[in-house]
């Protein structure tokens, strides 16, 4: 073959695949793919980093919503509520309700019924639906005893109606006689309490 690449009639020669010129052509193309691979590369870890994905990181799946259930600024079971709405719930779902209103009653004795009363009588247990209180007095005992329908209006407005159905009064108790770990058997002081 002769040394010049022209062949007679205009034509090129073309290059045979062991002359050194097409191995220089095929570097010079696979070094620009090279670069463009590496650019690209570049460019999608930038993407990444961008998203805040780290190498080797799987990325989250999106939730998609549901169909019919939009975000809006209602109230959802989603949104944060008060703290008292939550004990509300709470006491609701358990039934303590009665029982909290009742216990609240025997905290406020003295707004419901008034100072006056309440410094001669306290509540002393409430179990289904029964109220006791304890007067310091017989007198005071006789006292509360003929308020009761009127004490029993008060506590269904305070608490609820029906949360307390009765309201049994008792005087004040009488001394314990006995000393020590030992005791005689008999008669104790007779008539003088009752």
């Known amino acids: 073959m002769p040394d010049d690449p022209l062949l007679p009639g205009g034509a090129v020669s073309e290059a045979l ?15 620009d793919a090279d670069t463009a691979a590496s650019a690209a590369l570049a460019r999608a870890r930038e993407v990444a980093r961008a998203k805040g994905l780290r190498p080797g990181s799987r990325p989250v799946p999106r939730r998609r919503p549901q169909a019919g ?7 959802d079971g989603r949104d944060p509520s008060l703290l008292g709405d939550q004990m509300d719930r709470l006491l609701l779902d358990r039934g ?9 009653v025997m905290g ?12 001669h009588s306290t509540p002393v247990t ?23 329908s009127s004490i029993l209006g008060r506590l269904d407005a305070e608490v609820g109606k029906d949360a307390v159905s ?9 001394p314990s006689w006995s000393r020590g770990s030992r ?12």
């Open 17 to 31: 695949p062991g002359d050194p010129e097409d191995a220089d052509a095929e570097t010079e193309v696979l070094g």
């Open 69 to 75: 259930a939009f975000s809006s600024s209602g109230r």
């Open 96 to 104: 303590w309700k009665v029982d909290v209103a009742v216990g609240s």
């Open 108 to 119: 406020r004795w003295g707004q419901i019924v008034g100072p006056d009363v309440a410094a």
């Open 126 to 148: 409430f179990t289904d639906g029964v109220l006791v209180v304890r007067a310091d007095s017989t007198a005071w005992a006789t006292q509360l005893r003929l308020m009761s």
């Open 166 to 174: 009765e309201l049994r009064v008792h005087g004040p108790g009488a």
């Open 183 to 194: 005791r005689a058997q008999g008669p104790g002081p007779r008539d003088t309490y009752g």
